[in-house]
């Protein structure tokens, strides 16, 4: 299966890994990479806990991407924090300036919201975003069009629960991420920024990988847009 998919990126082969799959979000093996992963993705940060949330996944060896908001990342010691948890070794994916409905904008405010945060955060790390991810998962045809343009990958997410009342607390946000029906191989999971999710996350990570899956590197991705 995929045979033609990894003569294609032969190159990039040793790297690329996986390929995400645009009708669920999921990430899906090329070739022999293991199925059996989930990919953790951090949204509305760098607000109050993603540093926090950066220092347990390095402790545990994982790799995951924080999409950031470019309202959060205006002032020298936000500024700082992201340049942290990017030397960290995290990646950087773009979750528009300011949070707002991009299918309430002009195409010229869609692209400020865009534009601006790959500006600034390769200003701060070096580096522009790879990842876009919509507020709300709610895209456009122009925004669609100007993320490929950017070189980004454009992602929603498989599951998530850290922003729904019931799961705002540590026990109960563990448990419903490891035991959700919507547990897939591939999982794409949404979590953010926010204080349950930095206490439940170790417990989270270690759940998954008691369960037999891998956290995928987000580096092993393949983000050229599909032909
Ligand atoms: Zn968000």
């Known amino acids: ?8 990126n032969k ?4 790297q690329k890994q996986y390929v995400l799959n645009p009708n669920n979000w999921s990430v899906t093996p090329i ?11 951090f949204d509305d940060s760098p607000d109050k ?3 926090d949330i950066a220092k347990q996944l390095k402790i545990l060896d994982v790799n995951a991407i924080f999409f950031v908001n470019g309202h959060f990342i205006d002032n020298d010691k936000q500024k700082k924090i992201l340049q942290q948890i990017h030397e960290m070794g995290f990646f950087i994916g773009n979750h528009t300036y300011n949070h707002v409905k991009l299918t309430d904008l002009s195409e010229e405010e869609q692209r400020n919201e ?6 600034a955060v390769e200003k701060i790390t070096g580096t522009r975003p790879q990842f876009f991810r919509a507020p709300y998962g709610a895209n456009t045809d122009f925004s669609k069009q100007l993320v490929k343009e950017e070189g980004m990958l454009l992602m929603n997410w498989s599951f998530g629960y850290d922003w729904q009342k019931e799961y705002q ?4 946000l563990t448990e419903i991420m490891l035991d ?4 897939m191989n591939g999982a794409n999971l949404l979590m953010h920024d926010r204080k349950w999710t930095s206490e439940a996350i170790t417990d989270i990570v270690k759940g998954y990988q008691k369960k037999g899956y891998d956290i995928i590197d987000p580096s092993q991705l393949d983000i050229s847009p599909s032909k």
């Open 1 to 8: 299966m995929k045979e033609e998919l990894k003569k294609e």
């Open 11 to 14: 190159e990039s082969a040793d």
């Open 31 to 41: 070739s022999s990479a293991n199925p059996k992963v989930v990919l953790l993705t």
């Open 49 to 51: 806990y993603a540093l």
């Open 114 to 119: 865009i534009v601006k945060v790959n500006d």
């Open 169 to 172: 607390e540590k026990d109960k």
């Open 180 to 183: 959700t029906p919507y547990l």
